[in-house]
Structure formats: structure tokens, C-alpha cells
């Protein structure tokens, strides 16, 4: 007979009959996993005046086993999203900002030559990136590797022949 043994701490097998269990529920899993991801990318957003990139961010689930996790913050025009300039900020001489956001942004709706004043403004200036999804990649995979890695390391398999 030939086979492979797995073998370790009584905690490992444990471990490993509960993560049987829990994987006949992998949408939960998922949708525990999901939002506190969606958590952790809001303490990450910058606050801005408003608040409303890091209280805007949208856990999505286009199948089964897949959950994705963004900020969903826009300018007033439909689509602009406005969390990809924050996240790799932009140099001087760059595109212009929208100006019916930043009217709107700002108070300065009825005030069209302020509000292109501030947008022009804007875009002159150097601002700096404010990675704060990359940083939530980052944790993400830091709690995975926390998880993982200590559970691996003490596994042992070995291959038994006769």
C-alpha cells in the first residue's frame, strides 16, 4: 500500500475538519471576508470634506465565489469616479478636474468663473497619491499570509511505502 499522510498538531486536524465544514459555505466565507475588507478600505480612505470615498465602497458579487470590493465615490457627472486620482494622485499641468464637481464640491454652483478658478487651480498643483486601496491589498494579503503561512509551517507530510 502506498499513501500519503498528513499529520500535526491535534489544533491542525481540528482546523482542518472545521475548514471542511466551512468550505460547503464558501459564499459566506466570501461574504464575511468581503466585508471586512470593505471595512478595512474605509478607515484607508482619505476623509475630504465630504466623507464620501471612504463611506461609498461597494462589495459586488458577480458569481458565486467571487466578491469584489471598490470604491464607488463619484463626481456629479454620472461616472466620473474620483477615487483614481486620490489613489495615484496627479502632477502639475495635469487634466483638468471636472468643474460641475467641483462646483458642487465646493458651494460654488451658481459661481461658474469660481468654480473654473478652483478647477484650474487644481490642476496646477502636485498632489501627492494616497494609495489607500493598495494599502488594503496589502492587509489582505498580510491577513492571508497570518492565516496560512503558521498553519503550513506546521503540517508534515510524508510518503509511507509498503
Not at 471586512?36 to 461609498?56: I, N, W
Amino acid at each position: 500500500m502506498i499513501n500519503i499522510r498528513f499529520t500535526g498538531v491535534n489544533e491542525i486536524i481540528n482546523g482542518l475538519k472545521g475548514t471542511a465544514q466551512e468550505a460547503s459555505r464558501p459564499e459566506m466565507m466570501l461574504d464575511m471576508a468581503a466585508r471586512d475588507t470593505q471595512a478595512k478600505m474605509s478607515q484607508e480612505a482619505p476623509r475630504g470634506l465630504t466623507g464620501l470615498l471612504s463611506s461609498e465602497i461597494m462589495v459586488l458579487s458577480p458569481n458565486q465565489f467571487t466578491r469584489i470590493i471598490e470604491p464607488t465615490a463619484k463626481n456629479v457627472r454620472p461616472g466620473n469616479r474620483y477615487s483614481l486620482p486620490i489613489e495615484t494622485g496627479w502632477g502639475a499641468g495635469g487634466k483638468m478636474p471636472n468643474v460641475e464637481s467641483v462646483a458642487a464640491y465646493y458651494g460654488a454652483t451658481g459661481n461658474k468663473k469660481l468654480a473654473f478658478a478652483i478647477a484650474a487651480g487644481i490642476a496646477s498643483k502636485n498632489y501627492a497619491p494616497n494609495p489607500f486601496v493598495m494599502r488594503t491589498y496589502e492587509w489582505v494579503w498580510g491577513q492571508i499570509n497570518n492565516l496560512v503561512e503558521p498553519f503550513m509551517a506546521k503540517m508534515q507530510a510524508r510518503y509511507i511505502a509498503g
